[in-house]
């Protein structure tokens, strides 16, 4: 293994803590699990040289830390927030709030799979490698995935506001 096979590793970072968050749900869980994932990646007796590859292969390390996580802990409510004055967001800020509250009631496969396609932005036939499933199944999860997300969205008390300039 070279020294330049972890190059691309810091890069990584920012992206695989958002895609433990949205599986655990909990941010300091998922830094906890990127470094664990971190560590493993950086003890590992063979690296994958390709970007894409490591890319993956990085992805599936911290998808099964957090999936053993999840075995691990009950489940809790989600972190207290504190109450904050929504009109000084503007619509991007509430677009966020409301899809993290709609993927918080999702399942956790309809999260993972989410957060790897819509989030991470890997490709099905990327997804698919790290979840090690054909890409027809990858299809068919989104899409049921993202009719839940949408459903959970609806079902919430968050409403989008309508425009007061006649649009």
Partial sequence: MT????AGL???????????RTMVGNRETARDLVQEAAARALGARRVPEEAAAYRAWMFRIVRNAALDELRRMKPEPADEEPA????????ACIAKITIEQGLANLAPAH???IALIDIAGFSYSEAAGVLGV??????????RARMALLAAIEASSVRP???SYGH
């Fill in 10 to 20: 810091s890069a990584l970072l920012p992206r695989l803590v958002a895609f433990a």
């Fill in 84 to 91: 904050v004055d929504l009109w000084r967001f503007d619509n």
């Fill in 111 to 113: 999260r993972e799979i």
């Fill in 134 to 143: 054909p890409i027809g199944t990858v299809m068919s999860r989104i899409t």
């Fill in 3 to 6: 020294s330049d096979a972890h």
């Fill in 161 to 163: 506001m309508k425009s």
